[in-house]
């Protein structure tokens, strides 16, 4: 493991427990690390992880703003439920870019698993645009997304960043009902 790796994977590690605390800090770190694992792709010839990062960082400035509106003391937030509609339209747009992004992947570059890492790639964004819009969902996703990507990292042999994916699943278990015991707690949803 190199030494930007282990900051990487430190710094992401703090910014899913900052998220998972639901403290608004989340979102600039969260910046620092896809910043960081975009070089460490580049490095690695993973060029559509290293585009995802790119992505990353638009949703994480999206999530910062979106999380900024509005006044709250402890500097938190109150997560949301998801409507069904909300539910069903995001996961078709996923679907449907991940076919896309897949097909052409499949068709015009050598990805060696171009479908599946389409689908993560897809999936992962509406996780995260879940998570700026406040949506408990986002926990549940990322928990089977991440297993995936656990997966895949150690099929590419990249230890330290599968290790750093499965500890996302424990964050985002904690995430998930942290989050979950705060709606409960105001069932209104106030943002």
């Not at 493991?1 to 605390?21: C, D, F, P, Y």
């Not at 709250?72 to 997560?79: K, S």
């Not at 995001?90 to 689908?119: C, E, K, N, Q």
């Not at 549940?140 to 499965?166: E, M, N, Q, R």
Request: hydrophobic share 55%; aromatic share 16%.
């Amino acid at each position: 493991m190199s030494l930007l790796e282990s900051i990487a994977v430190v710094i992401n590690l703090l910014g899913v427990w900052l998220t998972a605390r639901r403290i608004r800090w989340c979102w600039p770190v969260g910046i620092v690390a896809v910043a960081l694992y975009a070089w460490l792709f580049y490095q690695w010839k993973l060029y559509s992880d290293m585009l995802l990062q790119g992505v990353y960082v638009l949703t994480q400035l999206y999530g910062w703003w979106h999380w900024q509106r509005g006044t709250v003391a402890d500097m938190r937030i109150r997560p949301l439920p998801m409507p069904h509609a909300e539910l069903w339209v995001s996961l078709g747009i996923g679907a449907l870019f991940a076919a896309a992004l897949g097909a052409y992947m499949h068709h015009r570059t050598d990805a060696v698993l171009p479908w599946l890492d389409a689908a993560l790639a897809s999936f992962s964004l509406v996780a995260s645009v879940w998570a700026a819009r406040k949506r408990i969902a986002n926990w549940v996703l990322w928990i089977v997304l991440d297993c995936i990507y656990v997966g895949v990292f150690v099929s590419k042999a990249l230890y330290p960043t599968a290790l750093l994916y499965a500890g996302f699943v424990l964050l985002a278990v904690y995430g998930w009902h942290s989050w979950n015991t705060q709606q409960q707690q105001n069932p209104a949803g106030i943002a």
